[in-house]
């Protein structure tokens, strides 16, 4: 049986915006949990909320995050792994489930921390398509279209956790509205040869 000692443990690397803080963790979000100075590496991980809102972690069993803002769950994990562990250095950061859509290689749910950039999660995504109108990127939250300034995130200006990310949010990359010149001659091309073959069986 593991001796419980009291202590305190240092925490790195937590640099979320107070907008990523005070919104709730919902069924199907996470904790990640990253641990540095210690062998055990069953601490480190990825840790999901299940249905019943609640997050199981190694050795402090499960954390509760119904009604729950992300600051006051990192503090609670922090006191449970204080009776354990001496001296940790631990970095806790929420996971917040995003839908990325439309005009990129590979479209499905992802997770992040809200530190990374709108490239990072495009990134993850398998990058835009030839297609995609990188410059009209969207936001759509609880049904609803919200503009953000896509320019700006690209070129590092803005992280997603300046959008508010939260759990459930759906990135959508739209398809360029023009074709491009190329792409125009060859659908004339193929319209000229379907009037021509018409004409033909007319006679």
Not at 120 to 143: H, K, P, Q, V, W
């Amino acid at each position: 049986m593991r001796k419980q000692v009291y202590f305190s443990i240092t925490i790195l690397l937590f640099v979320l915006s107070s907008a990523g803080l005070t919104h709730e963790l919902n069924p199907g979000d996470g904790i990640r949990v990253t641990v540095y100075n210690l062998a055990d590496d069953e601490v480190s991980g990825d840790f999901f909320v299940q249905q019943d809102s609640t997050i199981l972690f190694p050795y402090i069993g499960t954390v509760s995050t119904g009604s729950s803002t992300v600051d006051s769950i990192r503090k609670e994990i922090v006191i449970r792994y204080q009776t354990i562990y001496r001296d940790l250095e631990i970095a806790i950061q929420p996971l917040y489930k995003v839908n990325v859509l439309g005009e990129v290689d590979s479209p499905d749910i992802y997770y992040v921390t809200g530190i990374e950039e709108l490239s990072d999660l495009l990134a993850m995504a398998g990058g835009e398509t030839d297609a995609a109108d990188i410059s009209n990127i969207f936001l759509i939250r609880d049904g609803r279209k919200v503009n953000i300034d896509a320019e700006k995130i690209l070129h590092g200006e803005l992280r997603l956790s300046d959008l508010g990310i939260k759990s459930n949010d759906d990135i959508y990359v739209p398809r360029k509205r023009l074709m491009s010149f190329r792409n125009a001659s060859v659908l004339l091309s193929a319209a000229a040869l379907v009037v021509t073959s018409i004409g033909v069986f007319t006679r």
